[in-house]
């Protein structure tokens, strides 16, 4: 199903690709532009951090929103490098490194902004999401450094992205229409659910399951071996 839909995004980038190739922008460009903008999606949420309010939603929203953008330009650079027949090794290394210093900004500007808040259990599974997401793209590169396929995974880069953008944009739209609400238990020492649960819950689900999907490739690198030798 997420190839399908992977197909159809591509299928809607083409015009936008066509006229990027008639500019004479390079994949490579195409990629740093896409790092800039997530700088600036972190940029939000630093700023919000030391001079917005507690709960004000607006930074993590426009976070969200430039987010995605950025994920349009990392969906752009790979296609464009195909259809101008501009794919190159080093073209490929720099897209990879540039893929994990913008992973490692993007966690920074959402730790920094939990921590800042004081959801400080929240930035903490930020940074293990952090984590996962690193180990994930370790594991691939670390493995077919060794001649074997690893592209398995459910919380893949694509998956990482979506989820932490569409989150922080549903935690806006949803928290105009509700107002600031919180759900306590006595016994617990911060709220069960509140506003912000809606962007954080998928952080937590995401540090579970990339470090997962890091351990699931790992094992399906192990069965190759087993197999090959």
């Known amino acids: 199903m997420w190839n399908k839909l992977k197909k159809k995004a591509y299928n809607w980038l083409d015009p936008l690709i066509s006229f990027l190739a008639k500019i004479g922008l390079t994949p490579n460009s ?5 790092f800039l903008i997530t700088i600036a999606a972190s940029a939000i949420l630093i700023y919000g951090a030391e001079y917005g309010a507690r709960g ?5 929203t426009w976070f969200g929103i430039t987010l995605l953008i950025a994920g349009i330009f990392d969906m752009l650079d790979g296609q464009l490098a195909r259809k101008t027949n501009s ?3 080093f073209g490929a290394l720099f897209d990879s490194v540039i893929d994990r210093y913008s992973e490692m900004v993007m966690f920074f500007g959402i730790t920094y902004y ?3 808040n004081h959801y400080f259990l929240s930035g903490i599974f930020a940074f293990i ?3 996962g997401s690193i180990m994930v793209s370790y594991v691939r590169a670390r493995a077919e450094g060794l001649g074997l396929e690893c592209k398995i995974g459910i919380m893949q880069r694509p998956e990482r992205i979506l989820t932490i953008g569409i989150s922080a944009i549903l935690y806006g739209l949803i928290s105009s229409f509700t107002g600031e609400f919180k759900v306590e238990i006595d016994f617990l020492p911060f709220p ?3 506003n ?3 962007f954080t819950i998928p952080i937590f689900i995401m540090a579970i399951l990339t470090n997962y999907t890091a351990y699931q490739r790992i094992a399906h690198c192990k069965k190759q071996l087993i197999k090959n030798y």
Do not use: H, Q
């Not at 195409?30 to 896409?34: D, H, P, Q, R, S």
């Open 114 to 116: 939990l921590v800042s």
């Open 196 to 198: 912000i649960s809606i």
């Open 87 to 89: 794919s190159t090794v």
């Open 56 to 60: 004000d939603t607006k930074y993590i």
């Open 192 to 194: 069960l659910f509140e």
């Open 30 to 34: 195409i990629t740093v532009i896409g």
């Open 129 to 131: 999401a952090m984590i």
